[in-house]
Every structure is written in C-alpha cells, then in structure tokens.
C-alpha cells in the first residue's frame, strides 16, 4: 500500500504565504516525479507544478514567479512554497507521485487526498 498525505492548508489573506508537504509512505522502491496539481470549484484539476527525482521543475503558467516546489528524496516528501497568493489561487491542492511500489513493478501514480487552499480577505 502506498499513500501520500498532504499538510500545511489553509486559510491565509491575499498576498500571504503558504507551504504545502506531501509525505509518500508504504511499500515503496524508488519514486520518480512528483507534483502538485489543484482543483477549484467547476474547474479542471490543473497543472501547479512538477519536480523530477533529480530536481528538474515545471510551473503552471499562472504560478510562475510566485510559487515554488522542493523535494527531500530520502524522505519522500514533496514540499510547495505558495508566495504573493491570490484569491484565484483558492482551490483544493494535491500531490501526486509517479512511483515503482517494488523492484520489476511498473511505474505508477498516486494521489493525494488533497488539502484546501482559500485565499481571502
């Protein structure tokens, strides 16, 4: 079993920070790419951004500048520095891992159960 498990949400004032963990636990080999994509009401869960196991990254474009992912190998865990936070950046946040759970198995994804973001005065 594989789970990832989101913190650090919540509610925080326009132009605010926030930082997001996500924590990959269980039977895992080796994990490959990890992200954060987010999901706002009536829309489409969105690219936020992505970051390989050897620390290449992408952005959304509506994040770029103001957010930041990191990542701890040896502790599985994906971290997203939310900065200069807007009220359109309001949404559920979730991370996800592409990941071998043993040695020969295939390259898989997990998700998240996600963690809300609101941005608001």
């Known amino acids: 079993q594989v789970q990832l498990v989101e913190s650090g949400g919540g509610l925080v004032q326009p132009g605010g920070s926030l930082r997001l963990s996500c924590v990959a636990s269980?039977?895992?080999?080796?994990?490959?790419?990890m992200g954060w994509y987010r999901q706002a009401p009536g829309k489409q869960r969105e690219l936020v951004a992505g970051i390989t196991n050897g620390g290449m990254t992408n952005y959304g474009d509506s994040v770029k500048g103001r957010f930041t992912t990191s990542r701890d190998n040896a502790k599985n865990t994906v971290y997203l520095q939310m900065n200069s936070l807007k009220p359109e950046d309001t949404a559920v946040y979730y991370c996800?891992?592409?990941?071998?759970?043993?040695?020969?198995?295939?390259?898989?994804?997990?998700w998240g159960q996600g963690t809300q973001v609101t941005v608001s005065s």
């Open positions: 996800n891992a592409a990941l071998w759970a043993f040695l020969g198995s295939p390259l898989e994804i997990y």
């Open positions: 269980g039977s895992i080999f080796s994990v490959d790419s």
